[in-house]
């Protein structure tokens, strides 16, 4: 296959069991082959900051804003362009472990069973929806349209109407079902059970039943027709889902695969739970374009794209020089929060 044309520069964020969120760009300068490419990498620590006061259990992003939650129960904003924190968002009471972004929505799902459905123009709560009995293990919001998916403990697995903030129907998961995610298009879904990555289309019906030999901790669409699974032996697969089959095994990583994304122009970005992050071209997967040493044990990978207007400073949306951002039930001025994040690379301790 042809190497792919790729971006002139990825920005790419994680959180990690250590409080920090971390975040660095890769410069590439494409070449002729895979070792010339990987040569070509150039990885740079844009930002490192302890950002929360436990375990980063999620990140975000959309566009150029970025979101971290976890433990803390506090979900943090930044303008990953103006390299500013715009101000936290404090509404649920338990641990934040998913977050979504999405057109003019966020979403965060928490381990007491709520998700908060939040604006992204001023930064309101606009309803707190009691979604299951136990914690929120997947959530999914739609690319296009204002529906989501949720999964929870108590194996239900929701369709949601966030127009009207109700849910349309559930149906009983397999115990352990976790990591729901849309395609880019919307036409399909998957979600994660033990060994098994299914892929079913938008209407609910099972298409592929993608089994491994390890448990698969992560997963990533890759377009519309590949999926990307990663395994707790350190493996990656990336399977067609018009074909149900394996077509690529990535081998990079010696500890579990913790967290994949997808990355524009169908690069993929991984990370296992040693802190090593590697990026691929999946059109040359026998080698990674290349690798960066994070130092931290990682939970949870975003792509951020630093070259699009900010969803959180539009004509629409208060200006975060002048108007507190921090919103919910703990208040404080969000202009006494407000840092820059340059420089702020501080060496977080296991």
Not at 145 to 168: E, H, T
Not at 178 to 202: I, M, N
């Amino acid at each position: 296959m042809a190497p792919t044309t790729l971006p002139s520069c990825v920005h790419v964020c994680c959180g990690s069991y250590d409080r920090a969120v971390c975040g660095f760009d890769l410069v590439l300068r494409p070449e002729d082959s895979a070792e010339d490419r990987q040569a070509a990498i150039q990885f740079t620590r844009r930002y490192a900051t302890a950002a929360h006061s436990g375990p980063v259990r999620c990140v975000a992003s959309r566009g150029n804003v970025l979101a971290s939650a976890g433990d803390d129960e506090i979900i943090r904003l930044y303008d990953v362009a103006k390299m500013v924190e715009i101000g936290s968002l404090m509404e649920q009471s338990a641990s934040i472990t998913h977050l979504q972004m999405g057109n003019g929505i966020m979403l965060s799902g928490a381990e007491d069973g709520t998700i908060c459905v939040w604006s992204v123009k001023a930064w309101d709560c606009l309803s707190t929806i009691s979604a299951h009995k136990g914690r929120i293990t997947g959530l999914a919001l739609h690319p296009t349209s204002p529906v989501a998916l949720s999964v929870g403990a108590d194996r239900s697995l929701c369709i949601w109407d966030l127009a009207k903030f109700k849910k349309v129907f559930s149906i009983k998961a397999k115990t352990g079902t976790h990591s729901l995610q849309w395609s880019p298009s919307g036409e399909h879904y998957a979600f994660l059970c033990d060994k098994e990555c299914r892929v079913s289309d938008r209407n609910g019906n099972l298409l592929w039943s993608l089994a491994h030999d390890s448990r698969v901790l992560s997963f990533a669409f890759i377009a519309e027709t590949y999926v990307a699974t990663g395994t707790d032996d350190g493996t990656i697969r990336v399977w067609s889902c018009t074909a149900g089959e394996d077509v690529a095994v990535l081998q990079g990583h010696d500890k579990r695969v913790s967290a994949l994304a997808s990355v524009q122009h169908g690069l993929l970005a991984s990370a296992s739970s040693d802190g090593r992050i590697l990026l691929w071209d999946l059109q040359c997967p026998d080698v990674p374009l290349g690798a960066f040493e994070a130092n931290l044990r990682i939970t949870s990978l975003c792509s951020v794209r630093t070259d699009t207007p900010s969803i959180a400073t539009d004509a629409t949306s208060p200006a975060p020089a002048e108007t507190p951002v921090t919103k919910g039930k703990k208040t404080k001025s969000a202009a006494s929060r407000r840092q820059k994040l340059r420089g702020v690379r501080k060496t977080i301790s296991k």
